[in-house]
């Protein structure tokens, strides 16, 4: 997936208003942050959005793990760690790809809330 397409429908996601279910905001020394929040239907996750700063790279990180995660049991890694989310964004510049890490620690951070609450373990 190209970080082209991503920021495109990423620039939608992150205009739509967060879930019930919402994990911690992960805020990384540059002052970048992101949150996920989620619909969890029979352990699944049926619905994936995320707040971010207004930074390109992390809104088209952050929309790849939504693109992957959909359909996806709470609880099972869509990506294995950043370096494979820098893999699958195709097109970022080596000086940005950090960005990878704060997007999967805050999509974390909303799955670890999802196993822990009421609601994620329906």
């Known amino acids: 997936m190209s970080a082209h397409d991503c920021l495109e429908r990423g620039l939608r996601t992150r205009r739509r208003p967060a879930l019930a279910l919402t994990g911690d905001s992960v805020c990384a020394a540059s002052g970048l942050q992101a949150r996920f929040s989620a619909g969890i239907e ?3 996750i049926r619905d ?6 207004a930074c390109v ?3 088209a990180y952050c929309q790849a793990l939504v693109d992957t995660a959909i359909g996806q049991p709470v609880g099972e890694g869509v990506v294995s760690d950043a370096g494979e989310l820098m893999t699958r964004v195709q097109g970022v510049p080596p000086a940005l790809q950090d960005r ?9 951070a909303a ?10 373990l329906q």
Do not use: P
């Open 48 to 53: 994936l959005r995320f707040e971010c700063s």
């Open 42 to 44: 029979g352990g699944r």
């Open 100 to 108: 990878a890490a704060i997007a999967v620690a805050a999509y974390r």
């Open 111 to 120: 799955m670890h809330r999802a196993q822990t609450s009421e609601e994620g």
């Open 57 to 59: 790279t992390l809104i």
